[in-house]
């Protein structure tokens, strides 16, 4: 019973800067993490970026220095600030939710897609 919401995807220019947004809703016992991945045409999904319930966060070596994860309100909204973008990073983005609907029962929960088109 947990949905996700994106928001922010759009176009930019070499160089220039996008923010994502996701919220979880719904009945939440416990987040473990919360992530965003991405997908280019012709090639498999991957990790971006994730942040942990206790704070820590993981970044593909293609991103660090340049993208930020973020987390509010107990980690159900979480942000993806991206500078410098480059043409390589034109994908779907996908928010990705890891948690348990209870103590027993866990969940793997993805967004609807963020299209991010990087142009020269």
């Known amino acids: 019973q947990v949905q996700l919401v994106e928001s922010g995807g759009g176009s930019v220019q070499a160089g220039g800067s996008l923010t994502l947004s996701c919220t979880a809703s719904?009945?939440?016992?416990?987040?473990?993490?919360m992530g965003w991945y991405r997908q280019a045409p012709g090639k498999e999904r991957e990790l971006v970026a994730q942040v942990t319930s206790g704070g820590s966060t993981n970044y593909a070596d293609s991103v660090k220095g340049r993208f930020t994860i973020s987390r509010v309100n107990a980690m159900n909204t979480v942000y993806l600030q991206m500078n410098s973008l480059q043409l390589e990073d034109t994908a779907v983005y996908y928010c990705?939710?890891?948690?348990?609907?209870?103590?027993?029962?866990?969940?793997?929960?993805w967004g609807q897609g963020s299209l991010v088109t990087v142009s020269s």
């Open positions: 990705n939710f890891r948690g348990y609907s209870d103590y027993v029962n866990a969940l793997d929960v």
């Open positions: 719904g009945n939440i016992f416990r987040i473990v993490a």
